[in-house]
């Protein structure tokens, strides 16, 4: 995704430069978020070193305090470790990366 997409990713109907020629209708990522955001979660997108997008999708858990399951264990970004809110969030969430070519 590139520096100048990142903000315009999740609008309805918007492809990236990338994407033209390609089958879609931009439609995507806009529904995934709006989904997330009606349960209370959030989406967000990461860069990774070797290039590509990451999507993280954080959902709060019912009963929160109760232990987390992770889903599957991503080390790349520190500050903010599996089963843990993006800063600025409150409550728990449980995380799974799913990797996409």
Do not use: C
């Not at 967000?44 to 070193?49: E, I, N």
């Not at 790349?76 to 799974?96: I, V, Y």
């Amino acid at each position: 995704v590139a520096g100048d997409e990142e903000t315009y990713i999740f609008d309805k109907f918007y492809r990236g430069r990338n994407a033209q020629g390609l089958p879609g209708s931009g439609l995507g990522l806009y529904m995934a978020r709006s989904i997330v955001e009606v349960h209370g979660g959030i989406v967000s997108l990461v860069k990774p070193a070797g290039g590509g997008a990451e999507f993280r999708i954080w959902l709060p858990v019912a009963g929160a305090g109760k232990a987390l399951a992770q889903l599957e264990p991503s080390s790349d970004n520190p500050s903010n470790p599996p089963g843990t809110a993006p800063a600025g969030t409150t409550g728990t969430s449980k995380t799974k990366n799913v990797a996409h070519p």
